[in-house]
């Protein structure tokens, strides 16, 4: 899952970073996954998400909120809370949460003339 398009800072993102270990039903945790980001995606201030795992099971998922409170709101949801508990018995080896404020964002992308271009919000 990636988020294509900048966002208007301020907002807050959730950097999660965890380690499945190999014995993990993949499609127990694939089906909790998205059930999860189908809940965030109807919370209010949920922005959007880029999410990636490699072969060896490391992956990143940082979601992004409006306001602090949005990201305080979703983390209290009772099926989010049993995702998490789901996910320490059955899924991680390890995991790690930051939340950081952004306050400025730009990218990088290549035109179709080959060139690329800066933008900004």
Do not use: C, N
């Not at 990143?60 to 305080?72: A, C, F, G, N």
């Amino acid at each position: 899952m990636v988020s294509t398009q900048l966002l208007e800072p301020p907002y807050y993102a959730v950097i999660f970073t965890s380690l499945l270990p190999m014995q993990a039903d993949a499609k127990e945790y694939g089906e909790t996954s998205s059930e999860i980001f189908g809940l965030a995606q109807g919370q209010p201030g949920f922005l959007g998400i880029d999410s990636v795992r490699d072969a060896g099971g490391q992956g990143v998922t940082i979601s992004y909120w409006r306001t602090l409170d949005d990201v305080t709101d979703f983390r209290k949801i009772a099926t989010h809370r049993h995702a998490q508990q789901r996910g320490r018995e059955a899924f991680y080896e390890r995991y790690e949460v930051r939340v950081a404020k952004v306050e400025k964002e730009y990218a990088w992308r290549r035109k179709e003339d080959g060139r690329g271009e800066y933008l900004k919000t």
